[in-house]
């Protein structure tokens, strides 16, 4: 059975995803910089969901004992956690979900040098690791609601196809419609589209407007 490691994963997005892989029975464990603030962010959100499979630690812990890794913390804080985790992860899947967006107006797209965050921890991390793209475009709203199946889909790129399918079964296991939308190359595509879609909740006053794609055959 997978085990779902989530970096940060005590903050809003972090949270919202261990939620709702947890109550679809997927065992997570919390990463924290502070294996204590995980520890207790993974007991508040058993107590609260009246669930036992969620554990937390500290980031490094968490790394090395999942199976695939989910990095949810903000873009500039993330160098120091990729340096503390670059030993954990040979060999594991690793899903980035932070978004290309320009600090000082996140309605607006800023592409790293890389091409994309993605591409940037593909590189850092090195062959050995296989990193996707997900969750980009996905409310923590969405993830926290009691629908069944979310209407928002989840779009995954990267390098290694393999990768990106495990991460799109993983979704199905929670109501996650994720669709396999290519190579890393198109990271820049899910990354700065998150602007777009700021944007839009800012212009009509939503919260977690996401996307839908249409034309696709649906499970
Ligand atoms: N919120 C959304 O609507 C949304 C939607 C899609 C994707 N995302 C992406 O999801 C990721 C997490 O978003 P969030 O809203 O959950 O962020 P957040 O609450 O600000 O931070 C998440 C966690 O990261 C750690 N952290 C905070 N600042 C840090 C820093 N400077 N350096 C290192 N670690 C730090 C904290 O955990 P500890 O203190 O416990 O270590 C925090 O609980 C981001 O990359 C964001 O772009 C967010």
Known sequence: MTLLAIIGGTGKQGTALAARFAKAGVSVIIGSRDAQRGADA???LNARLNL?????????DAAKQGDIVLLSVPYDGMQPILEDLK???HDKIVINIASSLDPEKKTRAKIPAEGSI???VQNFFGERTRVVAAFQNISPEKLESEDANIDSDVLVCGGDKDAREKVIALCAQA???AFDVGVLANAVAVETLTAVLIAVNVKYK???AGI???SVPRG
């Open 42 to 44: 993974a007991n508040a």
């Open 52 to 60: 036992q499979n969620v554990s937390g630690t500290s980031n490094r």
């Open 87 to 89: 030993e954990t992860v």
């Open 118 to 120: 993605t591409a940037q």
């Open 175 to 177: 109501g996650i419609e």
């Open 206 to 208: 939503v919260k977690g």
């Open 212 to 214: 839908r794609l249409t």
